[in-house]
């Protein structure tokens, strides 16, 4: 079992930036991918960003083409966490952000096997 604790929403006004936190505790979780999704009221939870490590790849990351060059996820794994440092934030970023372990290289929701209960971020124009 892994469990999942999101941190770091809140109000911003357009442009401004937001650091969220997931921290992890349970099975080990370095071999694990590691990733955010987000659902925005009457739509479909989607996929934001992934980071993955293996031995044989090494670390990566994904991104969804609408946050590319704004939003950037990282991994302490001495703490078990991962932040995602979202920037030049827009109103249509609002939405409950959902952190997800799993396999996140598909960068689908069905395919992460556990989630935290998400936070809130508001992006105001």
């Known amino acids: 079992q892994v469990q999942l604790v999101e941190s770091g929403g809140g109000l911003v006004q357009a442009g401004g930036s937001l650091r969220l936190s997931c921290a992890a505790s349970?099975?080990?979780?370095?071999?694990?991918?590691m990733g955010w999704f987000r659902q925005a009221p009457g739509k479909e939870r989607e996929f934001v960003v992934g980071i993955s490590w293996s031995i044989w790849n090494g670390m990566q990351t994904y991104y969804a083409d609408s946050v590319k060059g704004r939003f950037t996820i990282s991994r302490d794994n001495a703490k078990n966490t991962v932040y995602l440092q979202m920037n030049s934030l827009k109103p249509e970023d609002t939405a409950v952000y959902y952190c997800?372990?799993?396999?996140?290289?598909?960068?689908?929701?069905?395919?992460?096997?556990?989630w935290g209960k998400g936070t809130l971020v508001t992006v105001s124009s």
């Open positions: 997800a372990s799993g396999a996140i290289a598909t960068m689908k929701s069905d395919a992460m096997d556990y």
């Open positions: 349970g099975r080990t979780y370095s071999s694990y991918g």
